[in-house]
């Protein structure tokens, strides 16, 4: 059972939930308007084990996390340095976003496949796919780098205008017109 606080922010891309126990940023969910925010406290509870505590003023846990976040989007910030707990990832998965996290900089994309060669799956990338739609601290653990060998730009969770404006945001791809 770990304690854990929540806070919504503001970021470039909408409200983002932030979760944190005493091991780590452990939760980021995109989209985090009152429906989203609730369903997934009520999850990260479940999974926790805990009740969780709001952060009102990012003084607490999250305080470092929001701060790096919002230099990511000022573009003042390409690593975050973050202590995570990945609690709520295991196996594969939890190899994958490791892989993921610290072998893909800002500014770079990876293919499905050729992250699942790094990590010793040759042939796996449906499977890495999975784990990317399981990431629990997507643009921390930045999933919005992994895309399609053809050049498209796959799945997301946060969506695929989402995954634009931050492929944008790194110099990946051109920013939007409008």
């Known amino acids: 059972m770990k304690s854990f606080e929540w806070a919504v922010v503001d970021s470039g891309i909408g409200p983002l939930l932030l979760a944190a126990t005493e091991d780590g940023l452990v939760s980021v969910c995109f989209h985090a308007r009152e429906p989203v925010r609730d369903r997934v406290l009520e999850q990260l509870a ?26 990511y989007f000022a573009g003042r910030r390409r690593e975050f340095g973050l202590p995570l ?78 995954k634009r404006k931050l492929l944008a945001l790194e110099g990946v791809l051109p920013q939007p017109l409008f």
């Not at 998965?93 to 900089?105: D, H, I, Q, T, Y």
């Open 85 to 162: 707990d990945l609690s709520l990832t295991s196996g594969f998965n939890r190899r994958v976003l490791r892989e993921l996290a610290e072998s893909v900089p800002y500014g770079t994309v990876v293919g499905y496949g050729e992250l699942a060669d790094r990590v010793g799956r040759p042939g796996a990338a449906q499977a890495v796919g999975a784990a990317m739609g399981s990431n629990p601290l997507p643009l921390v653990v930045p999933c919005h780098r992994v895309v399609e060998s053809d050049g498209g730009l796959g799945g997301f969770g946060g969506g695929p205008e989402t």
């Open 46 to 71: 479940s999974r926790l084990g805990r009740r969780p505590v709001e952060d009102a003023t990012g003084s607490g846990r999250l305080a470092e996390p929001i701060r790096r976040l919002a230099e």
